[in-house]
């Protein structure tokens, strides 16, 4: 990938916590391009949220950095919206005003009052919760309250949205309308995605590459797989299409056989 395709530069990451300093993440190298949807898999524990923090500018590199766009991160900032598995909407505000609130935050020197309200309103619509607006999160489902969680953080226009297992916590049926609406929400918008996940299927329909992760500690980039299949991708049809087989019999055995072998990559 040339310099001027790169959106996204995360350059020798390492991370290391506490005293024994040694590395959780250890040389995390990895470039995406504006728009790519970029899924990160790997064993319990083995850092994926550390490094989706990273990127966040929730936490900071022991050594290495990322840069977003031309700039350096070095801290939280609307250009990175995150949406964690546990919805963290603020229960005493209703749906509206939960996104209401992030764009209030983030757009008000570029939008007017007028424009705020409108834009509010598009993103409950982007995510089909409009019927919804007046509720508080305790009185929806978990699957509307992900929706919510992720209305808003598209709301606030970011460079990148990064999902730290945006659909773990929700059951099957759910969880495969919601993948459906965010394939569709990233072929609209072509928002720039990093994923987290655990599970191989989802990571498959939804990204251009998948980004293996070693165990832990010193964990490395294994490997990277390009997705090639054509979008827009339908789940019943990939269901036996063998490209869609083989990713992900692709990644399973990385998974199961090659997640103790650190090959570096290059990308
Ligand atoms: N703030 C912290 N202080 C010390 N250790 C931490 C901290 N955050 C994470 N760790 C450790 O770093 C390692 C990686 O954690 P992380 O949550 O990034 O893994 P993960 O791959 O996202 O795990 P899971 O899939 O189970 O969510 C773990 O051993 C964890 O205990």
């Known amino acids: 990938m040339s310099g001027n395709q790169i959106f996204l530069d ?3 990451v390492t991370v290391a916590f506490g005293r024994s300093r040694v590395p ?10 504006r728009g790519e949807y970029i899924a990160v898999i790997g064993h319990s524990g083995c850092g994926k949220s550390t490094l989706l923090n990273v990127v966040a500018g929730l936490l900071e590199a022991t050594s290495g950095g990322v840069v977003l766009d031309g700039r350096e991160v070095s801290g939280p900032g609307p250009d990175r919206a995150v949406v964690f598995q546990n919805h963290s909407l603020l229960p005493w505000l209703t749906c509206y005003e939960n996104i209401r609130l992030a764009v209030d935050q983030t757009l008000s020197k570029q939008m007017s009052r007028a424009e705020r309200h409108e834009w509010t309103l598009q993103n409950l619509a982007l995510v089909r919760m409009t019927h919804a607006k007046d509720k508080r ?14 209305a808003r953080a598209l709301s606030m226009k970011p460079k990148v949205l990064l999902l730290d297992e945006p659909f773990g916590a929700l059951d ?5 309308h919601l993948q459906d609406q965010v394939m569709q ?3 609209d918008l072509g928002t720039t995605v990093m994923m987290i996940t655990h ?3 989802e990571a498959v329909l939804l990204s251009d590459r998948i980004v293996m992760l070693t165990n832990g500690p010193n964990a490395r980039i294994g490997e990277i797989l390009e997705v090639e299949l054509k979008r827009p991708r339908n789940r019943l049809a990939l269901a036996t299409d063998a490209r869609f087989i083989a ?8 998974l199961h056989h090659r997640h103790t072998a650190p090959g570096l990559v290059s990308v």
């Not at 099957?172 to 495969?176: E, M, N, Q």
């Not at 990713?247 to 990385?254: G, I, K, P, T, W």
Request: charged residues 25%; aromatic residues 2%; without cysteine.
């Open 10 to 12: 995360i350059s020798d």
């Open 24 to 33: 959780v993440l250890n040389g995390i190298d990895l470039k995406v391009r």
């Open 137 to 150: 999160p305790g009185e929806i489902s978990g699957g509307m309250k992900q929706r919510i969680g992720i």
């Open 172 to 176: 099957a049926l759910t969880r495969a």
């Open 185 to 187: 929400i990233h072929a």
């Open 199 to 201: 599970d191989m299927d």
């Open 247 to 254: 990713a992900r019999a692709s990644v399973l055995e990385f």
